[in-house]
Protein backbone atom coordinates (compact mmCIF):
# COMPACT_ATOMS: atom_id res chain seq x y z
CA UNK A 1 0.00 0.00 0.00
CA UNK A 2 1.36 3.64 -1.07
CA UNK A 3 0.63 6.68 0.81
CA UNK A 4 0.52 10.25 0.06
CA UNK A 5 2.10 12.00 3.25
CA UNK A 6 1.73 16.16 3.15
CA UNK A 7 3.33 18.57 5.37
CA UNK A 8 2.45 21.81 6.81
CA UNK A 9 4.56 24.18 9.01
CA UNK A 10 2.05 26.14 11.00
CA UNK A 11 2.03 27.89 14.52
CA UNK A 12 1.41 26.03 18.11
CA UNK A 13 -1.87 27.86 18.34
CA UNK A 14 -2.73 26.59 14.10
CA UNK A 15 -1.58 23.56 15.09
CA UNK A 16 -5.01 21.78 15.46
CA UNK A 17 -6.87 23.67 12.89
CA UNK A 18 -4.62 22.31 10.47
CA UNK A 19 -4.74 18.58 11.75
CA UNK A 20 -8.69 19.08 11.48
CA UNK A 21 -8.13 20.20 8.02
CA UNK A 22 -6.39 17.27 6.95
CA UNK A 23 -8.56 14.37 8.96
CA UNK A 24 -11.63 16.69 6.47
CA UNK A 25 -9.77 16.00 3.50
CA UNK A 26 -9.52 12.47 3.96
CA UNK A 27 -5.95 11.94 5.61
CA UNK A 28 -6.01 8.71 7.91
CA UNK A 29 -3.85 9.83 10.68
CA UNK A 30 -1.99 13.04 11.69
CA UNK A 31 1.46 13.79 13.62
CA UNK A 32 1.80 16.84 15.13
CA UNK A 33 5.94 18.34 15.84
CA UNK A 34 6.15 20.87 17.76
CA UNK A 35 8.86 21.96 19.60
CA UNK A 36 6.57 23.45 22.72
CA UNK A 37 5.03 20.68 23.31
CA UNK A 38 8.65 18.48 25.00
CA UNK A 39 9.60 21.89 26.30
CA UNK A 40 6.79 21.77 28.92
CA UNK A 41 7.29 18.15 28.93
CA UNK A 42 10.48 18.29 30.33
CA UNK A 43 9.62 20.66 33.08
CA UNK A 44 7.45 17.68 33.93
CA UNK A 45 10.11 14.82 35.83
CA UNK A 46 7.18 12.70 36.53
CA UNK A 47 6.95 12.33 32.52
CA UNK A 48 9.88 12.11 31.36
CA UNK A 49 12.67 10.41 33.06
CA UNK A 50 15.27 10.70 30.11
CA UNK A 51 15.52 13.51 28.23
CA UNK A 52 17.96 14.17 25.05
CA UNK A 53 18.84 17.62 24.09
CA UNK A 54 19.71 16.64 20.67
CA UNK A 55 16.28 15.63 20.01
CA UNK A 56 14.96 19.42 20.10
CA UNK A 57 17.72 20.33 18.22
CA UNK A 58 16.48 18.36 15.36
CA UNK A 59 12.84 19.42 15.35
CA UNK A 60 11.91 21.96 12.86
CA UNK A 61 11.79 25.52 14.34
CA UNK A 62 8.20 26.13 13.68
CA UNK A 63 5.23 23.71 14.32
CA UNK A 64 4.89 20.52 11.52
CA UNK A 65 1.78 19.51 11.00
CA UNK A 66 1.65 16.12 8.71
CA UNK A 67 -1.11 13.46 7.37
CA UNK A 68 -0.91 10.88 5.48
CA UNK A 69 -3.71 9.83 2.45
CA UNK A 70 -3.99 6.61 0.80
Known amino acids: ?3 IE ?6 TEGSD ?3 D ?3 RCGAMGTQVTDRADVAAA ?4 DDW ?3 DESMV ?6 VLVT ?4
Open 57 to 62: RKMPED
Open 17 to 19: LVS
Open 21 to 23: LLM
Open 49 to 51: ELF
Open 6 to 11: ASVHTT
Open 67 to 70: GWFL
Open 1 to 3: MEW
Open 42 to 45: KHKQ
